[in-house]
């Protein structure tokens, strides 16, 4: 059972416009949302995260909206630029951590010049 | 934040063989995971690394096919034993901060002929 579902799976976006990457979680002792960027060959890079205590969280072009009754979050990143083509993963974790992120399946992200 | 080092960071090995890698981290963190990610796909927990004593593995994974070690707070190993072609994919050491956030490492890719 897929715990943290992501779309799209692929998504093309001009450059300058605004990049939006939806997730829906499932378990409800998720306290703890953050998203991940990868480009080829490297290791997912910790890009911003949230708790359900707050609705939004903005960290330059970045921002996570989250909407707890409806148990989705999404990614949004403002002026979107070539150089932010890659992977994104949101994932989610339950209170304590001691069993790791439960990832979505990712959404490759290209900014087209 | 924590910065992670893995080697090795690939190995093209025969069938029937084992690899051990290792996971190294700058600072003191709290945990230490281990995942799975088939090229171009999402990551998979395969266990946490318990410092002194034996890891949790997640469903699908057991001890004599990965053992992991972990004598201290800043050191993992992960071994994969027993090839076979199935497991080639790439293998990632995370670890968690005492702020929560989750680092991983740059990874290790695995080809079994």
């Known amino acids: 059972q897929q715990q943290v579902k992501q779309s799209p799976q692929s998504l093309i976006v001009q450059k300058g416009g605004i990049s939006i990457i939806n997730c829906a979680y499932e378990?409800?002792?998720?306290?703890?949302f953050p998203w991940y960027q990868q480009f080829p060959g490297k290791g997912p890079a910790l890009l911003i995260a949230i708790r359900p205590d707050v609705s939004e969280k903005k960290e330059g072009r970045f921002t996570i909206s989250f909407n707890k009754s409806a148990k989705q979050f999404s990614l949004h990143i403002m002026d979107s630029q070539p150089g932010d083509s890659a992977t994104y993963f949101c994932a989610a974790r339950t209170q304590g951590g001691a069993d790791g992120l439960t990832f979505g399946k990712g959404t490759h992200l290209i900014i087209q010049p | 934040s924590a910065v992670i080092s893995q080697k090795p960071s690939r190995d093209i090995c025969q069938r029937g063989t084992s690899l051990t890698i290792q996971c190294q981290v700058d600072?003191?963190?709290?945990?230490m995971f281990w995942y799975r990610q088939q090229p171009g796909q999402s990551l998979t927990l395969i266990a946490t690394a318990n410092q002194g004593s034996e890891a949790t593995y997640e469903s699908g994974f057991v001890i004599d096919k990965f053992p992991i070690s972990r004598p201290n707070l800043t050191f993992s190993t992960l071994t994969v034993s027993n090839m076979s072609p199935e497991d080639s994919s790439i293998y990632l050491c995370?670890?968690?901060?005492?702020?929560?956030?989750?680092?991983f490492g740059p990874g290790t890719r695995l080809t079994v002929l």
């Open positions: 995370s670890a968690e901060t005492t702020t929560v956030e989750a680092f």
């Open positions: 378990n409800t002792a998720f306290d703890y």
């Open positions: 600072s003191q963190v709290t945990m």
